[in-house]
């Protein structure tokens, strides 16, 4: 069963910190890894990783995947209230069940000001 | 960027009632398109594979027959909770892929979500 697991579960900072979110997976024909920002209603695009070792940034937010050891980052620098959220990664799966997201149970990160 | 359309995006109904949700893509086609449930403070959990002109695809423990989903088009899909209860009450989530050239990598594109209410 495909399978995908984020750490911390929840995570309280100031702003102007960083932080570091991770993601492991298990998943038959693996094809991309996707990262997305929920706030109150439905979960807005972040990244979408498919080589190892390629970052992908944009602002503040960045994102790494390494296919070897199943794993993949993200990381937010200096920190605003604005970041509060959950964040969520997928792991997406390709042939027969291309588009077919297993998401990870979420990161709930909190920014005090 | 592509738009996925979910109306309502809000919903009470009393228990024992019908509900449709609809999901459109606007601006592109979608011939796979995903229901996910997500109840407070859990993650998404995929609830079954909407493909056009076929039936759906339902993963283990969802009730077909309760959750009725419908491809007419390939920029539409309609969930239909039949004899809602209170444990129904949720948060709907559709996602559709753009029909796109085999091997693109492409990200599932999400509407805004459905919460629905049995009372």
């Known amino acids: ?113 | 960027g592509a738009v996925v359309s979910q109306h309502p995006s809000r919903v009470i109904c009393k228990s024992g009632t019908s509900v449709k949700i609809e999901c459109r893509s606007l601006d592109f086609q979608a011939t796979t398109m995903f229901w996910y449930r997500q109840f407070p403070k859990q993650s998404l959990m995929l609830m079954a594979t909407s493909n056009e002109g076929s039936k759906a695809t339902y993963e283990q423990g969802v009730e077909k027959d309760k959750f009725l989903i419908n491809h007419a088009s390939l920029t539409l899909s309609t969930l239909t909770v039949t004899s809602a209860h209170p444990e129904d009450s949720s948060f709907y989530i559709c996602s559709a892929i753009p029909r796109g050239r085999p091997g693109v990598n492409t990200e599932a594109f999400f509407g805004q979500g459905t919460r629905l209410t049995v009372v």
């Open chain 1, 1 to 113: 069963e495909d399978k995908v697991v984020q750490s911390p579960l929840s995570l309280v900072v100031h702003e102007g910190d960083t932080v570091t979110l991770n993601c492991s997976y298990e998943v038959t024909n693996f094809r991309s890894l996707l990262w997305y920002k929920q706030e109150k209603k439905a979960p807005t695009f972040l990244f979408m990783l498919t080589s190892s070792g390629i970052e992908k940034k944009s602002g503040r937010l960045s994102s790494i995947l390494d296919k070897k050891e199943l794993f993949s980052i993200l990381n937010i620098t200096a920190t605003q209230t604005g970041d509060s959220a959950v964040y969520l990664c997928a792991a997406n799966a390709g042939g027969t069940s291309y588009g077919k997201l297993t998401f990870g149970q979420g990161t709930i990160l909190t920014v005090h000001p």
